[in-house]
């Protein structure tokens, strides 16, 4: 498995927030975990508010943990209540069940880690966060035509949606 590095990290993070500025978001934090849950950066903007880095590292933790993003952790929570508990109680790091957490993937589809952002709507952190792995020249599970995602097990979620947009 290849690592991700720490400018990789630094990098994908600061790419989410060019795109965050671009949508006109509200202040976001984001850290990368690695393939094994463990911090390689976080960043939190001017204005985002207090407990972000917990619930950015929930959602990374949360897609690491079930090989998916956390919005579909989160159905999953809803759709099977005890085996999420479960899975929360055995976890060696917090699960968040909310989205914006998204799976890194490199050129062959392996993952190499995660992201977590937070601070606006649901979509919107999923939207900057997509938009910084791509930036960066890694994948996110979106990246993946249906073929290659059945063959790598990848549950793709529906497209996404600024709900802001009326």
Do not use: W, Y
Not at 49 to 60: P, T
Not at 85 to 103: K, N, V
């Amino acid at each position: 498995m290849r690592g991700i590095s720490m400018d990789q990290s630094l990098s994908i993070i600061l790419k989410t927030f060019e795109k965050a500025e671009e949508m006109k978001a509200h202040a976001l934090a984001a850290i990368v975990l690695d393939a094994g849950g463990r911090v390689k950066a976080f960043l939190k903007q001017d204005g985002a508010s207090l407990m972000r880095f917990e619930i950015a590292r929930g959602k990374a933790f949360a897609a690491l943990a079930m090989h998916r993003s956390s919005r579909q952790v989160l159905q999953k929570a809803r759709e099977k209540p005890p085996f999420m508990d479960t899975l929360r109680d055995m976890a060696d790091s917090p699960i968040f069940l909310e989205a914006g957490g998204q799976l890194i993937r490199d050129e062959f589809g392996e993952i190499i880690g995660a992201i977590g952002v937070t601070g606006d709507v649901n979509e919107v952190d999923d939207i900057c966060a997509i938009a910084g792995i791509k930036a960066t020249g890694f994948m996110s599970d979106s990246c993946f035509d249906e073929k290659r995602a059945a063959e790598l097990n990848i549950k793709v979620d529906p497209p996404l949606v600024d709900p802001r947009k009326k």
